[in-house]
């Protein structure tokens, strides 16, 4: 096949990617999708009713999943825990293969991109034989199971063995309907995998091999400065910046223990509360804290010296990729193994005696900023991973690699 065939042939490429109704694993792929419908692809874009809107900027063709769907809320507290996570996306997923049986059927996409986790996708492009890549906005949990230490590993292989009939019995039915060649468990990767994170900063992990592509996270650097009152900001004094993202930020209490811990604290701290949460239940706001609903986290990340996070995955990766360095307090299991890994590579901390989902002192979260503010190490550690984070091409790379799977089958 000629050159010129080829790069026609890839100008008109019909691409289908299968989502997760999540705000975490939805987010990394929306500047990937935008540049991938800018080099003139076909972008179908599979996900829940509620995610529409949020696609709406990038040029994708959107197909809403079929209702029932579980909703974000319910989505975000099924994602707290692995075997909870398991449980959901298994009664999700036949129903939704079906759904993708039919709409490939019709459409006839010439690549299929799934999120790990959405493993419907999967068997539906291999029923159909079309070739896979799969979207890896976490880490890469099989080969990383160790971040969670002896003590969380058993206590997850404990509650899990409960559940382990029921998935059982969901495997086999996946395997009669739709062929054991095509179904598998809950993650199943592809011949081209994407990891939305750098090789320095993933875990070591065996499992990982030459199908794996570190990307780097897909951050839009392009995107408008949002209205936020920086001139308010005194520059004579640190940046803390404090978040618990999107999902977990109605926390009453953590707010008003940020409060209690740094009232009296000679810095600047900007908290970003949430669409959903009162201002007016927070009760007495310190007058070193601006606090807002909302907060454009890239622009205040440029300018912040540490980073109070929950350890979501963007919001980790976007805090190291200006180099800021974290103290993150995990609301379940996924964001403890980032948070343990921000620890491991010396880019920040979890409080002294915080444990997931458990309140953490006053003291505690005052010691930590008087450790992250006091060490330098902290701040060089983030600025050598953000280094790594950007220099592995974010967006513009994963749009790369797609291009460069879809050549290697056309040639």
């Known amino acids: 096949m000629s050159i010129d065939i080829v790069e026609k042939s890839l100008n008109m490429q019909k691409i289908a990617y299968v989502g997760l109704p999540a705000h975490g694993h939805t987010n990394p792929t929306l500047a990937v999708m935008k ?13 829940a009713e509620s995610f529409r809107n949020k696609l709406a900027h990038t040029g994708v063709d959107f197909r809403a999943y079929p209702e029932p769907m579980p909703s974000e809320k319910e989505m975000s507290a099924a994602l707290h825990s692995l075997i909870n996570a398991s449980l959901l996306l298994s009664s999700m997923s036949r129903p939704l293969t079906h759904f993708l049986l039919q709409e490939f059927g ?6 299929v991109i799934y999120d790990s986790a959405a493993m ?3 068997v539906a492009a291999r029923c159909q034989e079309i070739p896979q890549i799969c979207f890896v906005t976490t880490f890469v949990l099989d080969g990383s199971m160790h971040m969670l230490g002896a ?3 058993a206590l997850f292989i404990w509650k899990s063995l409960p559940h382990a009939p029921r998935l059982l019995r969901w495997k086999r039915r996946m395997a009669n309907e739709f062929g054991r060649e095509n179904s598998g468990g809950i993650t199943e990767y592809a011949d081209l995998n994407i990891v939305f994170s750098s090789q320095a900063f993933h875990p070591k992990n065996s499992f990982i091999d030459e199908r794996f592509r570190f990307v780097g996270p897909s951050i839009d650097t392009t995107v408008r400065p949002a209205e936020f009152p920086f001139d308010k900001l005194q520059e004579d004094k640190p940046c803390v910046y404090i978040s618990l993202g999107t999902i977990t930020n109605q926390n009453i209490d953590f707010y008003q223990t940020a409060f209690a811990a740094f009232a009296d604290y000679r810095a ?3 908290l970003s509360a949430g669409a ?3 201002l007016t239940q927070l009760g007495n706001v310190p007058d070193n804290f601006l606090v807002r609903n909302h907060v454009p986290q890239l622009q205040v990340l440029r300018r912040a010296d540490v980073f109070i996070t929950h350890g979501g995955m963007n919001s980790v990766h976007e805090g190291l990729y200006y180099g800021v360095p974290e103290i993150v307090i995990p609301q379940h299991l996924e964001q403890y193994i ?4 921000v620890v491991e590579t010396g880019a920040g901390l979890i409080p002294k005696g915080y444990r997931t989902s458990k309140r953490v002192s006053v003291d505690a979260l005052r010691l930590a900023l008087n450790q992250i503010l006091d060490r330098p190490s902290y701040k060089s550690s983030a600025a050598r991973l953000g280094e790594t984070l950007r220099a592995a091409g974010g967006y513009d790379q994963a749009a790369n690699e797609i291009e460069r799977f879809i050549q290697a089958g056309a040639t």
């Open 35 to 47: 540049a991938l419908v800018a080099r003139g692809h076909h972008i179908l874009y599979y996900n």
């Open 106 to 111: 019709q459409e006839k996409p010439d690549v």
């Open 120 to 122: 419907w996708g999967y």
């Open 151 to 153: 003590r969380n590993l």
């Open 268 to 270: 600047q701290f900007i």
């Open 276 to 278: 959903r949460t009162d």
């Open 338 to 341: 980032n948070g343990k890994r």
